[in-house]
C-alpha cells in the first residue's frame, strides 16, 4: 500500500519471518502513525550477529545490509531505519556501524509508535477485556526502555488491564537457549506470575519469546498474546497468529507447504513445531 | 533515536580486532562487571573471585587463553546489559556488554576454547518459514 509520510525501512530481521501476520501488522501500525514504510528482512539483510563463529562471513553480511540501507537513505530518503530485534539493533548500534559508513539511523518501532502514540490513540476503539502479564527480559534497556515503551503502549489500550512480569535474564528468551536450564526456569517463573496473577494472557514483547510461548497458549485458561497483537485487537483488527496454532498441533495447508518444499518443510519446520514447550522441562507440578 | 556512530574501520572484522585490545586496555579487571552479572550463579561461579574472572576476561578479549571459569562466564553471556551500568569505567568509554562479546568471539575464534556453534539449517529454516506465509509480492519486495 502507497502512504503518504516520512519514508522509513522497517528491518524487521531474519527470525521475525516465522510470525508474518507479526510483521504485516507492525507494518499497519507503522503506517497507521503516518509512515511510508518499505519492510526489509530475511537472510539478505542479515546483521551477522548469529554468526561469531564466522568473523569474515558476519563482517560481509554487515556491509552488505549497510550498503542496501544506504541505498535506500540516498535513493529513497529512507534516512531512519527501523528496527524489530533487539539483537540486530545492538548489532548495528555496536559492531555494524562502527565498521561501515552508515548513511541512517535507528530507532525501535516502540520508540517510534510511542512518539506517534497521539495519532493511533483515537484507533484504539476497541476494549480489550483482558488481564495480561507482560513477560519481559532485563536486557536492551541498555539501548532502548523496551519495557517501559511497551507498557505506555499497551496502557493507552481501553479496557486492558497490565501487570508487569519478572524480569529475566537476557535480552530474550533465544540467549537463554545455550545455557542449561535457564529458559525453562525463566518460562515457569513467568507462567507462574501469570497464574498468581490471576492474568488470562501473556503478552510477549519479541518474536522469540512469542515462538517459545505459543505452544502454551490456552493452558491454565491463558492466552499468548504479542504486544502488536493487542495493539491491533483494540483498533478492531483480529489478526491470525499461524506459527502460534502450529505449535499447538496444527500444521500448514498442504499447498503452502508443497510450496515451501515438503521434503525441507518435514526436515527443518516440523521439528521445531512439534518440540515441547520448555514449560514442561521446568515444572512437572504445573502440566497434566 | 539511535545516532549512530561514523565508522572507525573498514569492516565489523577489522573494528572488533580493534576494539578488542582498546577495551581490555579501559578494563581494571576490577570484577565489578561480573558481580553484576545475572548468569554468574546459574553457571556455577556463586564463589569465583570478580577479580580474577575480569583478569581472564582481558585476556579473551585481546585473543589470549583464560582460566576455564572465565570461559564458562564468557560463554554464558546473554546480554542482560547489567555489566554496562555496574563498570566504572563506563564514562571513560568501556562498554562492558561489548568487551565480553569480543571476549566470547575470541574464545571461539582465537584460543578456540568455546565452541563454535554452527547451525547449517539456520537460514534454509528461516526461508522455509517465509515461503509457507508470505506472498509471492512480499518475498520479493521484503526479502
Request: proline share 6%.
Amino acid at each position: 500500500m502507497a502512504v503518504e509520510g516520512e519514508p522509513i525501512t522497517f528491518w524487521f530481521g531474519c527470525n521475525m519471518l516465522r510470525h508474518a501476520e507479526m510483521i504485516r501488522i507492525s507494518i499497519l501500525l507503522l503506517e497507521r502513525a503516518g509512515y511510508d514504510v518499505r519492510a526489509a528482512g530475511g537472510p539478505a539483510y542479515c546483521c551477522g550477529t548469529a554468526h561469531d563463529h564466522q568473523p569474515r562471513g558476519a563482517s560481509n553480511m554487515a556491509a552488505r545490509t549497510v550498503s542496501r540501507f544506504n541505498a535506500a537513505a540516498e535513493k529513497e530518503g529512507r534516512g531512519t531505519v527501523v528496527t524489530w530485534c533487539p539483537s540486530c539493533h545492538m548489532h548495528m548500534s555496536d559492531i555494524m556501524a562502527p565498521g561501515n559508513a552508515a548513511a541512517f539511523d535507528i530507532t525501535h518501532i516502540t520508540e517510534l509508535i510511542t512518539q506517534r502514540a497521539h495519532r493511533l490513540v483515537p484507533q484504539l476503539i476497541v476494549p480489550v477485556r483482558r488481564r495480561a502479564l507482560v513477560h519481559r527480559h532485563m536486557g536492551f534497556a541498555t539501548h532502548v526502555p523496551i519495557n517501559e515503551r511497551v507498557m505506555d503502549l499497551l496502557s493507552l489500550i481501553p479496557g486492558l488491564e497490565l501487570v508487569a512480569g519478572p524480569a529475566h535474564p537476557g535480552h530474550m528468551c533465544s540467549a537463554l537457549a545455550a545455557v542449561p536450564g535457564a529458559l525453562p526456569d525463566t518460562v515457569h517463573e513467568t507462567w507462574t506470575a501469570a497464574v498468581a496473577n490471576r492474568a488470562d494472557t501473556v503478552c510477549t514483547i519479541f518474536h522469540s519469546c512469542h515462538r517459545e510461548y505459543s505452544a502454551l497458549d490456552g493452558r491454565d485458561r491463558i492466552s499468548v498474546r504479542n504486544w502488536v497483537q493487542l495493539v491491533a485487537q483494540a483498533m478492531g483488527i483480529e489478526a491470525s497468529d499461524a506459527y502460534r496454532e502450529w505449535r499447538k498441533g496444527g500444521a500448514p495447508d498442504i499447498a503452502a507447504i508443497e510450496r515451501a518444499e515438503q521434503s525441507k518443510y518435514h526436515a527443518l519446520v516440523e521439528p521445531e513445531l512439534r518440540k515441547p514447550s520448555p514449560l514442561l522441562a521446568a515444572a512437572p507440578k504445573l502440566v497434566e | 533515536m539511535t545516532k549512530l556512530t561514523a565508522a572507525r574501520a573498514n569492516s565489523t572484522e577489522a573494528y572488533l580486532a580493534e576494539a578488542g585490545g582498546e577495551l581490555a586496555a579501559l578494563c581494571t579487571a576490577c570484577g565489578a562487571c561480573f558481580s553484576a552479572c545475572p548468569m554468574v550463579a546459574r553457571v556455577g561461579l556463586g564463589r569465583a573471585d570478580p577479580k580474577s574472572m575480569t583478569e581472564g576476561l582481558r585476556r579473551l578479549a585481546v585473543g589470549q587463553s583464560a582460566h576455564p571459569d572465565t570461559v564458562a562466564w564468557v560463554g554464558a553471556c546473554t546480554k542482560s546489559g547489567q555489566c554496562v551500568e555496574a563498570c566504572p569505567e563506563r564514562s571513560a568509554g568501556l562498554d562492558a556488554m561489548l568487551l565480553i562479546r569480543i571476549a566470547k568471539q575470541r574464545a571461539i575464534n582465537h584460543s578456540r576454547q568455546l565452541p563454535a556453534k554452527q547451525d547449517p539449517t539456520y537460514f534454509p529454516r528461516i526461508k522455509i518459514f517465509a515461503r509457507l506465509q508470505l506472498s509471492d509480492e512480499e518475498l520479493a519486495k521484503w526479502l
